[in-house]
């Protein structure tokens, strides 16, 4: 049986969840389209509107600032390319880190591409982002910041408060995207100065193929749709609603709610073992910031061995080298090479996640299995 850590990917889907999408797949009561003006989408619309004001909720916002898209990677184009595209009269300036997550980039790739300029801020050595850099970069035509609160990668979390508050006394828009931070690290939009973020299911024991942007009320009207339809969704994101896929993203977000402190403590205490048995082992460097990271995520560098030859020497356990999204590729890790890792050191990365269902079995067994691999690598195939 495989040992499953990796989390950061994607997340295993809530019994909860599963069995209240499953009931609404069966009730032939709630087949109507939710737009429908008849009883029946009426009905429907009263389902959404509860998974609405739960997703609202795990992030202190009100249910009508909630957007729901295809998951994050929508939300993080409609967030940046709608912002920017509306405030393009203002200014055409965009700052951001080269940490992002592919989906912030790519869209700012694009929008350069348009004829938009991007600062892609660099982090220091633990993998943090300055609010003082981002400061610096700022320039009277920024309209918008793009900050993520938890790296993917490296689990790194970053002072979203004090960018938001940055950001607020200027009048820039901020965007962060939150999806590794939904129910482990405490959001509150408003304390926060957020004017946007993104979220998806299936990071939070959810579904995959659904997903929020979170529009504050003072920013409606200040982003554009990417697509074109009907109008709902303020017009925002046309397309008739997926209403299992939001139901199932409405449980996992009041699960995320309520079980964040308890899920999070514990996880924390089995990072932290995890940690302790593969940081004895000889040449192995913990990657990101050694306090400020999130419960979920151990990310290490090992000395004298190569990444892909330790993901197969370790196949019973489910674990990544960089980045989910980017397991095709071959280049060493971007967020990596901002830590000032060597190539060899970057590429030789493995990142462990854990979720909700992982045990302290999983963790000590997987501790064991990397010691073992690491041992056995150096001593039949040590790396140049
Ligand atoms: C997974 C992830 C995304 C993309 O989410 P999808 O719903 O899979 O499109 C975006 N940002 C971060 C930080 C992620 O971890």
């Known amino acids: 049986m ?25 009730d032939a009561g709630l087949q109507a389209n939710p737009s429908s003006a008849h009883a029946m989408g009426e009905a429907v619309r009263a389902r959404i509107g509860q998974a ?3 997703v609202a909720a ?3 916002a009100r249910p009508a600032e909630i957007v729901w898209t295809s998951g994050a990677t929508e939300a993080n184009n409609l967030a940046v390319i709608g912002a920017a595209r509306m405030r393009a009269a203002r200014g055409r300036h965009i700052v951001t880190a080269a940490s992002e997550h592919v989906s912030v980039l790519a ?3 694009e929008l350069e591409n348009q004829g938009f300029s991007v600062t892609r801020l660099v982090t220091d050595g633990d993998g943090i982002v300055e609010p003082q850099a981002v400061a610096t970069a700022l320039r ?14 490296t689990g790194v979390v970053q002072d979203i408060a004090a960018v938001g508050t940055l950001c607020r006394s200027r009048g820039i828009l901020f965007h962060v995207d939150a999806c590794q931070a939904a129910g482990r690290e405490p959001i509150d939009v408003r304390s926060q100065a957020v004017d946007l973020m993104s979220l998806s299911a299936h990071k939070m024991h959810g579904p995959k193929g659904v997903g929020a942007l979170f529009i504050s009320r003072e920013t409606a009207g200040r982003v554009e749709p990417l697509l074109f339809g009907g109008g709902q969704e303020r017009g925002l994101r046309p397309g008739t609603i997926a209403t299992q896929q939001v139901v199932g993203m409405g449980v996992a977000a009041s699960l995320a709610a309520a079980r964040r402190s308890s899920d999070s403590a514990r996880l924390t205490t089995l990072r932290d073992q995890l940690w302790q048995a593969i940081g004895e082992v000889p040449g192995v460097y913990l990657n990101g910031h050694p306090q400020r990271r999130a419960c979920h995520i ?9 990444g892909e030859s330790l993901l197969f020497a370790m196949r ?19 967020v990596l090479r901002l830590l000032g890792r060597s190539p060899e050191l970057a590429q030789s990365a493995l990142r462990f996640s854990l979720g909700r269902t992982t045990t302290a079995e999983e963790v000590a067994q997987a501790g ?16 140049a």
């Open 2 to 26: 495989t040992i499953y850590l990796d989390h950061a990917a994607s997340t295993p889907v809530d019994p909860e969840v599963a069995a209240q999408m499953a009931a609404v797949l069966a």
């Open 52 to 54: 609405r004001a739960a």
């Open 58 to 60: 795990l992030i202190g």
């Open 107 to 109: 869209a700012c790739d």
């Open 140 to 153: 009277p035509d920024t309209t918008l910041v793009s900050l993520m609160q938890v790296n993917n990668e």
């Open 298 to 306: 151990v990310n290490v560098s090992v000395a004298g061995v190569e």
């Open 316 to 334: 019973e356990v489910a674990l990544s080298s960089g980045s989910a999204c980017a397991a095709d590729s071959d280049e060493p890790s971007a």
């Open 368 to 383: 064991q299995l990397f010691a073992a691999a690491v041992a056995h690598l150096r001593r039949v195939a040590p790396a």
